[in-house]
């Protein structure tokens, strides 16, 4: 199995730890809230929401619609300021290419900055397999590393945790206590994390957009953890998934403008790099070294099918934030990595999680947030079909209906028998019916 896949029942088992738990409740309810209003607050403020949102739309799907020439682009500008490209058509594959990276370095410690495509990769495993320290320095990952747990939200990855907690766990490090405040927790991390910084061999990051235009790599970030990691270290590693371009820097700034205000509600991100290859001989800082490793993981499965759309997402995290079911069920409950209606339609497509589909309200909310109008809890209906396998019980039950109602007398017979028999109905449907109060059966229908 997979990092992706999810056997069948999972979600269920998960999402009902998480809602028995009332500290988890609190932090998710609390943090979830906060964003939702930041974002709300931060379109009210845009002159034209929809046209940015129609441009951000175009300029995505322009982008995966081209995108074979759109990499063999990027690729020729990134190599022509002498960064190297790998392809990579598995999570297999591209764990192999960046440990012979890390190998050859040769890299005793590798800091990452917060990568959702290494979680799904698996690469923190794989480096370790091979004696290889790894720090996590994004702020939310390193209170995850600290915990021995996996990102709950695309953009706030320890969204579960509250202050209290995470003392806990940055008082466990050095045995030092510290006050459950952000700015003496920050103050906390900077401390424990400096050294790895400066003594770090290889720095991974992620990607939010690659502009095939120019060669460049743009990293958006709050704390300045990306920007030391791909800065410091001699080498630097970005992890790519083959759909984060963009052909312009028109198209990067449009999709910038909708990232930062859909995600956290600002008008733009602290930290917004763009880097565009390796350190010049006239530059001072940078890496001597610039591997950026594309990849595939499923994606090219996506495209050219009718869930292509789903390859424009920019991994905001607005669609997590209004979704009903994660506010309650929580990250864990979808898995490892993507959670959140946009992971219940992504995972699906890229592994085996039968139950993601049925992990929404259909409310339409995700749709409605989405900042490149993703048709999100269509994308659920549909997968929901495509993954419906009733049992030979279950057709032979319906064949029987079908045949019953298929004349008056059959209907009036069936229809008597179940209101004899609906009082019993509690009790064979006992996980459906609990929530529910199924109205008394009529003898005849009456139009009020």
């Not at 992706?4 to 009902?16: I, K, V």
């Not at 129609?54 to 960064?83: C, K, P, S, V, Y």
């Not at 490209?85 to 800091?111: G, K, L, M, N, Q």
């Not at 004899?420 to 005849?444: F, M, T, V, Y």
């Amino acid at each position: 199995m997979t990092q992706l896949e999810r056997p069948a029942g999972s979600f269920r088992a998960q999402a009902r730890r998480t809602l028995a738990d009332a500290h988890t409740q609190d932090a998710l309810d609390l943090a979830t809230a906060r964003l939702r209003s930041n974002r709300i607050r931060a379109w009210t403020e845009l002159d034209d929401v929809e046209e940015l949102r129609e441009q951000g739309r175009e300029a995505r799907t322009r982008a995966i619609r081209n995108l074979d020439a759109n990499i063999e682009r990027f690729t020729r500008a990134l190599e022509a300021r002498g960064g190297h490209v790998h392809r990579a058509a598995d999570a297999e594959a591209a764990r192999a290419e960046i440990v012979d990276i890390c190998r050859a370095a040769p890299a005793r410690t590798v800091a990452k900055s917060k990568s959702m495509a290494s979680e799904e990769i698996g690469l923190n495993g794989a480096l370790e397999a091979e004696g290889i320290r790894v720090v996590e320095t994004d702020l939310g990952e390193y209170i995850l590393q600290l915990a021995g747990e996996h990102p709950a939200h695309i953009i706030a990855p320890a969204i579960e945790k509250t202050a209290e907690d995470v003392a806990a766990l940055f008082e466990a490090v050095d045995g030092r206590p510290v006050e459950a405040e952000l700015e003496a927790l920050t103050a906390r991390a900077r401390e424990l994390l400096r050294q790895d910084f400066l003594s770090a061999d290889v720095g991974v990051t992620g990607a939010n957009f690659a502009v095939a235009e120019t060669g460049s790599i743009c990293l958006v970030e709050n704390e300045g953890n990306g920007r030391l990691v791909s800065a410091l270290p001699r080498v630097h590693v970005v992890i790519l998934g083959m759909e984060r371009f963009v052909e312009t820097t028109a198209d990067l700034a449009v999709c910038l403008r909708l990232l930062a205000r859909s995600g956290t509600g600002q008008l733009l991100t602290t930290n917004t790099v763009v880097l565009t290859g390796p350190r010049g001989q006239d530059e001072e800082d940078g890496p001597e070294e610039l591997h950026v490793v594309i990849i595939d993981n499923g994606r090219g499965r996506i495209r050219g099918t009718r869930f292509e759309e789903m390859l424009n997402c920019i991994r905001c995290g607005a669609c997590l934030n209004v979704c009903p079911v994660y506010r309650k069920a929580g990250g864990a409950a979808y898995g490892p990595v993507y959670s959140g209606p946009m992971g219940a339609v992504l995972v699906p497509l890229l592994a085996r999680a039968p139950d993601l589909p049925h992990a929404s309200s259909l409310c339409g909310a995700c749709t409605e947030a989405c900042p490149v109008k993703i048709p999100l809890h269509e994308y659920l209906l549909e997968l929901r079909r495509d993954h419906a396998q009733p049992s030979a019980l279950e057709r032979v039950a319906f064949a029987l209906w079908s045949l019953v109602w298929s004349r008056p007398l059959g209907y009036r017979l069936s229809t008597s028998l179940a209101r004899l028999a609906q009082p019993l109905a509690p009790a064979l449907a006992r996980p459906w019916a609990r929530g529910r109060a199924l109205p008394r059966l009529q003898r005849r229908y009456r139009d009020r």
